[in-house]
């Protein structure tokens, strides 16, 4: 069965300074993974995807991340924090086995500190 | 963006009453799908379809149903709304399901039940 796990419910970080949102996953075949963005009272949207192309994958607004098979993982990073980057993030993974559906982890809030 | 849109956006119901959520996409895409809302518990799927009147559980279906006649519209009922229920549901759309695609997300329902 699909997991994701997102390591850190919550994260804080100084504008300027780097972030870094951790999420692994557990699949037994090669999974599709993508981050979203949730901004208070909105929608999600889509941050970026992997779907086993390049392993390094860069997204909107400066957002990067690098799939890391041997380590389940799928970190999401950004080098230089925005005030408008305060947000919830989730990670999310499919794969072939299940098909139509999507698991999402429990999330990731992020804080920015001016 | 994605042309998806929520109706109602806001609902106050009373336990036992019945609530119909509907879904509308511009988009033409074959999947669609209900998902809830809920702190610290990310989103987590309802129901999803694959086709006009195609559907099929997710892993909080109980309590809930689903209906979709038209490629555009995917309804979500709650039979007997109970104080469980109170969340904010999205629907999102997808072209082509898990395998690689990405989802879009409506702007979401905010569900209280009194």
């Known amino acids: 069965a699909q997991s994701v796990t997102q390591l850190d419910s919550h994260v804080s970080v100084s504008e300027g300074t780097p972030v870094l949102l951790r999420c692994n996953y557990s699949?037994?075949?090669?999974?599709?993974l993508f981050w979203y963005v949730q901004h208070p009272n909105k929608g999600l949207q889509l941050l970026l995807k992997y779907t086993s192309a390049a392993t390094l994958v860069k997204g909107i607004n400066g957002f990067e991340a690098e799939f890391k098979k041997s380590e389940t993982s799928f970190h999401l990073t950004k080098p230089s924090a925005h005030m408008s980057d305060a947000a919830e993030y989730f990670c999310v993974v499919s794969d072939r086995r299940t098909g139509n559906q999507f698991y999402f982890g429990t999330g990731t809030s992020l804080t920015v500190i001016p | 963006d994605a042309g998806i849109t929520q109706s109602p956006r806001h609902k106050v119901t009373e336990t036992g009453t019945p609530v119909t959520l509907r879904c509308h996409q511009t988009e033409n895409h074959r999947y669609m799908y209900w998902y809830r809302q809920d702190p610290g518990h990310g989103l987590r799927l309802i129901h999803y379809?694959?086709?006009?009147?195609?559907?099929d559980k997710g892993e909080v279906s109980d309590g809930y149903s689903v209906s979709r006649s038209k490629t555009e519209d995917f309804l979500l009922t709650l039979e007997s709304a109970t104080s469980s229920q109170t969340s904010v549901y999205f629907c999102a759309i997808s072209e082509r399901g898990g395998q690689g695609d990405e989802q879009y997300f409506g702007p979401g329902t905010r569900l209280t039940v009194t």
């Open positions: 379809s694959y086709g006009v009147k195609d559907t």
């Open positions: 699949s037994s075949y090669s999974p599709s």
